[in-house]
């Protein structure tokens, strides 16, 4: 924490601060900074609630699954991860780009290659190359939360006369809400900051916070102060996101307490 937080927290404070806080003026009336905050609170709640979804289905699949079969599935939602943000990003590129193969296959369906192929560069499009690696995170970590959750109460449920659908409603979805609420903030605040793989996919074309920051560092910038300002904005409102499922799970962990004394 110290070396990785603090140190760095305190390398920013006073660059930041240069002229009693003028940077923060400078980035609050900059004409790019408005669209940035949006885009990038879209991509991350976006892709956050997608792989929250997903994953949670492939954690609840996963779950069910004999030890064997469930032992290759792991390994196999695994190799997400072990790529790099150029690698994903030019994968998708060759899928779903203007010459990708999924969008050659829309056009001879009549689809619009160029409305096709464009899509992968706006935020959505983004959002779901992020969601290629966010959904094995979420999936295999909420994955012990549904192998060790109590069906009991399912199976009271049900024994009452309860649809499959309600009884999962009212027995599983509260027990596993804070879980899978605290991993989908989690990947939400790490999408809001990666900026590798939107680089590599849409360069320039996009505009959000990691990338208007890289701007202000990369050989034509020069407000290094605007930099360290932006770099808090953008560390605040990831903050902000992972605390809301703190929160969460804290109050979870509250309930669970209380019922068990």
Known sequence: MALFLAVPLAALLPEALVG???AFGRLLHHPLFAGALRNTLLLGLGSGAVSAVVGSCLALEL???????????????GLPLAFSGLVIAYGFILAFGRAGLVTQLAARLGADP???????YSVGGLGLAYAYYLVPRVALSLYPVFAHLDLRPLAAARTLGATPLRAFWDTVVPEVAPSV?????????????TYGTALALVGTQLNILPLMLLA????????????????????????????????????RERDASRNHR
């Open 20 to 22: 009693h806080g003028a």
């Open 216 to 251: 202000q560092v990369s050989d034509g910038g020069n407000d290094f102060s605007m930099a360290a300002a932006l770099s808090l904005v953008l560390m605040v409102v990831c903050v902000i996101v992972m605390g809301v499922g703190d929160v969460a799970t804290r109050q």
């Open 114 to 120: 160029a409305v096709v192929g464009g899509w992968i």
């Open 181 to 193: 609420l605290a991993s989908a903030c989690t990947v939400a605040a790490l999408a809001m900051g």
């Open 63 to 77: 779950a069910r699954q004999p030890e064997g079969r469930r032992r290759w599935l792991m390994a196999m939602l």
